[in-house]
């Protein structure tokens, strides 16, 4: 069993040259092995093997050790947990392999305490944030996120089966749809037609080392919950469920970290548009 | 053998008329028993329509839709069982209603990338960050799945083909595992509700699409159905536990619901959602409600108020399919949402959309109807005490502005009895809005309905009421609108009103007509629609044309063409519901005298044949119809104006002659005879103007028996001869029913009639031939070109012997009270007779032509039955004791043995036939005859008595 996260420098950061010579080092995070059927001779049909391994986090702890992490996919950070299994054969036979992807997930902890936030989107606002140089409409939006705690579930069943020879390993898991929490928006007064008022799910991953560290904004998930000049003074839901592959609890490490952000984007008629950024914690909890 | 026999008659001795006991009867196996069958308005359609088609084989395609219809009711998969109401059989009349109401004849457009044709054009979608990459991205996307195209200035059945065309596409894609393009078209097709270019067709558009939606969720519903239980058919969307779903099941629901989740645009995304909505008891039941819920409140997020009502009520269909009664809340709750965004219909920028694709207001607004409608009827549904529901909504509507649309659903949504309590609260409401509601005759329509099925003892401030709606409706702008209105209203007048108040009513309805400026015409179908309804809900037909703005607002219309449909209308519902069979009424006589002209004088060359054949029908029933009671001189005055009215019309100038001729036999005991000529005359004049041959004919023999037993002789005879005239010019066919049909049945029907009554007719004294009449006929016949072998031909001739030589006996069969027949006329004069028995005899002799004529032609059967009819007559009314006359019976029996070989079968049947017939008389013959032979001879059978004569004719001609 081998788990380890690799980390690539983004180009857009770091020179490209950087890129490509400063390969971080894998971080190792889990690297045990066990034999499972001693020296001898399997019959001829299907043996099933069956085996057990414990999922434990290295005692040793060196600096930097992030414990298990999740499984996650991201563009500039991998979080990956192989089964390899190897039968060595007798001479001039060579050895066969076979290996198994599986995935981490953490168990659901008990659910964070809520941290709601509001804010209102007005000219005025944006001016304050630095940004509006250009002449803007009358508008006042207001936005409330029930809590930038987020949870995201998902039970990790598993089950293995070894039909020798090929070794097979087959992995299921199953995930209950998560909703994320109720956010609401409302616009209280507009003088443009808005055209479209979207939800956007940013996923910031940041490497770092001793050579400098490179952050990376990807946009993850971008739905509409708003078409045309909606009503005014009307709460509309934001509702977004979060997607499973591109999300992982928010997770910090001395040498990288994965982070989400939440973007509330009003467009107007004539293409104007106003964002709200809201940093979120997603946890694996009930 | 001798070719000229002469003919004589015999005399036959005074029958003695036997007095048998008698007494007066009511009912006899002939009476003609007058059954009025009235249809049955409980017969179902589909009995009726079975009773025309039984006869074929294939049903024909009218019933196959009624039973296709029951089919679908009766489909044990269709009704689900639901308490209260089946939400699919509501929504499935809704659905046709819409499609049939929403079309337009303006081009439309279609976006998708899985129809062929169309131009290529990349559709850029709306997206705010980093636009350009994501444009790439989708170019290389389009690259993948071939290109979006989109397909401009479709008619709208080819949008609906194309439509159609999308919905075998996504079943297609389906069947070979292109699950993600099904989806895909399950996308592109929710995206095109989007676009509200041609409005006017929004509401089929979104049948058509979420019929498609529909289409898709059935089959992710299908495919996750037989994962779960395979081909188990009894689960259903109401039976199935999620505890007993595989897990592998559940994992494919859950990705669809993900892949469902991620749709970045709002509008397919819900919509997907709800397509999807079913599928959701494969994972949990419990999640349905709050996810309906969910959407209720996502559904806020559309801007467009027209795409998010239609958004609800899709919401509300897939709710009401899943969960039947328990969605009645959701319906509600829906329609909250709607009122809450009610004000974004009237935004100025929907104005500008709607008036740029030139809709007007209230058509506008009419797209939303159908909508409102149904979440209306689905809140209807629930327990909720009704008249509080209507309350509260009529409270809503004055606090909002512009609650015209609100209002006029309400009122069409809710029952009769909760609106017509709140009737005066409503009108008062439409009141004070009146001068900018756009919808208010709509509103005032449906609410005229409503109080139209009002109880008559429930009461009402009737009159409060319709003073307000006259006020209101007679300051209505278009005329259109003011019609529609009326027509409910006036019904309501009718049935809860006085006369008097409908007078009024009617006369301001003139008032508003003539003031309007434009002229009926253009309106005379909105017109009709109000006289109809008035017509038929007024409880006295009669009393409507005594009203004295009845007929004046009938002469509103102007054109030829409107009147005569209104007047069509008039007339058919008048008879319809006219109840006594007669009508005294001048006022009401001269009203549908009226009509009738105008109907008639709509009768033109071009004219098609079934419209005047309803208007002649129309026409009879009103002359039918009207009577002076003993007045019947002023009848037939009537009837002189009639014929001078209805002259183009055929059928009218016969019934005008049965008519005529029904009066003269009533005035019979009445009066003196100038009535009675004056019909006779009316009969004789008017029976010329008719067309065909056939019916003249008949009708001069009608009118001449008629004439004959008034004792009008010389009427009579006119009559009789201008029939003879006739005669020749009848044609062999006549076209009836564009069929061509043989007249000589009829023909033969009417000569032997004819012949008949002139046994009856004495003779004209005046003239210097005996038989005046007759001889006239005879001569006819022998002028005539019929065929001589046509069985009507000798048949006649035959039938003329017969009234010879009953005219020859001392005193005839029957008689006609105070008419002095021949017998009584001439008392058997010796001139008299030989006159007829030469006509016999020529008659006789024109027949043994024609016997040889048709020995000639081979017609055995024929000559045959031809000398076996005369010898009988020669035998029953000849005088045997004349040599010729036997010796003619002698040689006829001859000539009927000679054809007897190739008749053998009916040598066996005609025994049987003459016993039958002459029984009597054989033994009279037998016993004259009998001279010659024993006696012992008399008793024999019939047919060795025949044999017997010939022997006899033997011996004589030895003698």
């Known amino acids: ?286 | 053998m001798p070719v000229y026999y002469e003919w004589t008659s015999l005399k036959k001795s005074k029958r003695f008329k036997q007095d048998s006991p008698s007494f007066a009867v009511t009912s006899y196996p002939l009476k003609t028993n007058v059954i009025t069958i009235k249809e049955p308005s409980s017969s179902s359609l589909i009995d009726h329509l079975n009773k025309w088609s039984s006869g074929f084989e294939e049903v024909d395609p009218l019933l196959r839709f009624e039973q296709m219809n029951a089919e679908e009711d009766l489909n044990p998969l269709e009704t689900e069982v639901i308490e209260g109401v089946n939400y699919t059989k509501a929504w499935n009349s809704r659905r046709a209603g819409i499609l049939n109401k929403y079309t337009t004849g303006e081009k439309l457009t279609i976006v998708s990338s899985y129809l062929p044709g169309g131009e290529k054009t990349l559709i850029r979608q709306v997206s705010n960050l980093n636009e350009k990459v994501k444009h790439r991205l989708e170019q290389l996307d389009d690259f993948d799945e071939g290109s979006v195209r989109k397909t401009m200035g479709l008619s709208q059945q080819e949008f609906v083909t194309k439509i159609n065309l999308l919905n075998d596409e996504i079943k297609k894609a389906w069947e070979t595992e292109q699950r993600v393009k099904a989806f895909k078209i399950g996308i592109q097709c929710s995206k095109l509700l989007s676009d509200i270019n041609v409005m006017q067709f929004y509401p089929s558009k979104f049948i058509l699409i979420t019929d498609i939606l529909d289409t898709f969720g059935n089959l992710v519903f299908n495919r996750l159905k037989e994962k779960s239980f395979g081909n188990n058919n009894l689960m259903t969307i109401h039976n199935i536990d999620p505890r007993t779903v595989p897990e592998s099941a559940k994992e494919t629901c859950q990705n669809w619901m993900y892949k469902m989740a991620s749709i970045r645009e709002l509008l397919p995304r819900l919509y997907m959602e709800m397509a999807l909505l079913k599928c959701y008891v494969f994972i949990s039941r419990d999640e349905i409600k709050p996810a309906i819920k969910r959407l209720t409140t996502m559904i806020r997020g559309i801007g467009n108020p027209l795409v998010a009502i239609y958004l609800r009520v899709y919401l509300c269909h897939t709710a009401s399919k899943l969960l039947g009664k328990d969605s009645e809340g959701y319906f509600y709750e829906n329609l909250k949402e709607f009122i809450e965004e009610y004000q974004q219909i009237f935004l100025t920028s929907m104005r500008k959309k709607y008036e740029t694709q030139l809709l007007t207001q209230d058509k506008y607004l009419n797209l939303f109807v159908p909508a409102l409608d149904w979440l209306l009827f689905g809140t209807l549904n629930s327990n909720k005490c009704k008249s509080d529901l209507l309350h509260e909504f009529i409270q809503k509507c004055e606090e909002i502005e512009n609650n015209e649309l609100f209002l006029c659903c309400l009122v069409s949504a809710f029952d009769s009895p909760t609106i017509i309590k709140k009737a005066p609260k409503i009108l008062e409401m439409v009141h004070s809005y009146a001068d900018k509601m756009v919808m208010m005759n709509e509103v005032l329509a449906s609410l005229g309905e409503h109080l139209c099925k009002a109880d008559t003892h429930r009461q009402i401030a009737t009159e409060s009421l319709i003073q307000t709606w006259w006020k209101i409706a007679s300051n209505m702008k278009s005329t259109n609108n003011f019609l529609q209105v009326l027509e409910p209203w006036l019904q309501f007048a009718c049935t809860h009103l006085s006369t008097q108040h409908v007078n009024v009513i009617l006369r301001g309805t003139i008032r508003y007509m003539i003031k309007c400026g434009k002229p009926a015409d253009e309106f005379s179908g909105n017109f009709q629609f109000v006289i109809k309804r008035m017509l038929k809900s007024i409880p006295d037909v009669e009393e409507l044309f005594l009203m004295d703005a009845f007929m004046p607002l009938l002469e509103l219309v102007q054109t030829s063409n409107a009147r005569t449909m209104l007047a069509k209308t008039v007339l058919s519902i008048f008879f319809s519901r006219y109840n006594s069979v007669q009508i005294e009424d001048h006022i009401v006589i001269s009203s549908l005298m009226r009509l009738c002209c105008i109907l008639h004088d709509s009768i033109n060359a071009v004219t098609v044949e079934d419209e005047s054949k309803i208007c002649g029908e129309l026409i009879n029933k009103f002359i039918q119809a009207v009577t002076y009671q003993d007045d019947l001189e002023r009848q037939l005055n009537f009837y002189v104006e009639c014929r001078s009215s209805f002259i183009k019309l055929d059928t009218v100038l016969i019934t005008l002659v049965h008519a005529v001729n029904t009066l003269a036999a009533r005035a019979k005991s009445t009066r003196g005879k100038w009535l009675q000529r004056a019909c006779a005359a009316y009969c004789f004049v008017t029976v010329p103007s008719l067309h065909c041959t056939l019916t003249k004919t008949q009708l001069y023999l009608l009118s001449g028996q008629v004439a004959l037993l008034n004792n009008c002789i010389g009427q009579a005879e006119a009559n009789f001869k201008a029939l003879i005239g006739l005669i020749p010019d009848i044609p062999d066919y006549i076209l009836e029913d564009g069929q061509k049909k043989p007249t000589h049945v009829k023909v033969a029907g009417i000569l032997s009639d004819f012949l008949s009554t002139l046994l009856l007719l004495p003779d004209n004294v005046d003239s210097n031939c005996k038989a005046y009449i007759l001889t006239g006929f005879i001569k006819t016949m022998e002028r005539i070109h019929w065929k001589k072998t046509e069985p009507l031909y000798y048949n006649t001739l035959l039938r003329t012997l017969d009234l010879l030589c009953e005219m020859t006996q001392d005193t005839y069969i029957h008689h006609l009270e105070s008419v002095l027949s021949n017998d009584q006329l001439y008392g058997s004069d010796p001139e008299f007779i030989s006159v007829l028995d030469r006509h016999a005899t020529n008659i006789c002799q024109e027949l043994l032509v024609v016997l040889k004529m048709l020995g000639d032609n081979r017609e055995t059967k024929k000559q045959y039955n031809l000398s076996l009819e005369l010898f009988w007559r020669v035998v029953r009314r000849g005088e045997l004791n004349e040599r010729p006359m036997l010796s003619l019976a002698a040689n006829l029996w001859m000539l009927s043995q000679k054809t007897q070989d190739s008749q053998q079968q009916t040598w066996e049947i005609n025994p049987r036939f003459i016993e039958k017939r002459n029984k009597p008389q054989h033994t009279r013959f037998t016993s004259k005859a009998g001279r010659r032979v024993k006696k012992s001879l008399i008793i024999l059978r019939p047919q060795l008595v025949l044999f017997k004569i010939c022997s006899i004719y033997k011996v004589s001609r030895l003698l």
């Open chain 1, 1 to 286: 069993m081998e788990g380890s996260v690799n980390l690539q420098l983004s180009s857009k950061n770091v020179g490209i040259f950087e890129a490509f010579s400063n390969s971080i080092k894998p971080i190792n995070l889990i690297n045990t092995s066990i034999e499972l059927v001693p020296p001898g001779k399997i019959p001829v049909g299907v043996t099933e093997i069956p085996f057990e391994l414990p999922l434990r986090a290295r005692q040793a702890v060196s600096p930097g050790y992030p414990g298990l992490l999740e499984t996650y996919h991201g563009v500039f950070v991998n979080i990956m947990y192989t089964l390899k299994c190897n039968m060595k054969r007798s001479f001039l036979n060579k050895p066969v392999n076979a290996s198994c992807q599986f995935f981490v997930q953490y168990r659901q902890q008990e659910a964070a305490p809520l941290k709601p936030v509001r804010c209102e989107i007005t000219p005025a606002s944006i001016r304050a944030a630095g940004g509006g140089t250009r002449p803007m409409p009358h508008f006042q939006v207001y936005a409330e996120i029930n809590s930038t705690v987020c949870a995201l579930d998902s039970p990790l069943t598993g089950k293995v089966t070894s039909l020798p020879p090929p070794v097979c390993l087959v992995l299921q898991h199953s995930v209950v749809i998560q909703w994320s929490p109720a956010l609401q928006i409302r616009v209280d007064e507009c003088s443009v037609p808005i055209r479209s008022i979207e939800l956007q799910l940013v996923r910031v991953e940041t490497c770092g080392c001793a050579e400098g560290y490179s952050k990376d904004a990807t946009e993850i998930q971008n739905i509409q919950i708003g078409e045309g000049d909606v009503c005014r003074a009307r709460d509309i839901p934001l509702y977004m469920v979060l997607p499973r592959l591109f999300t992982c609890p928010t997770t910090t490490t001395p040498h990288f970290k994965i982070e989400f952000e939440l973007n509330i984007a009003v467009i107007f008629d004539d293409d104007y548009l106003v964002t709200e950024n809201f940093p979120i914690l997603l946890l694996r909890s009930k």
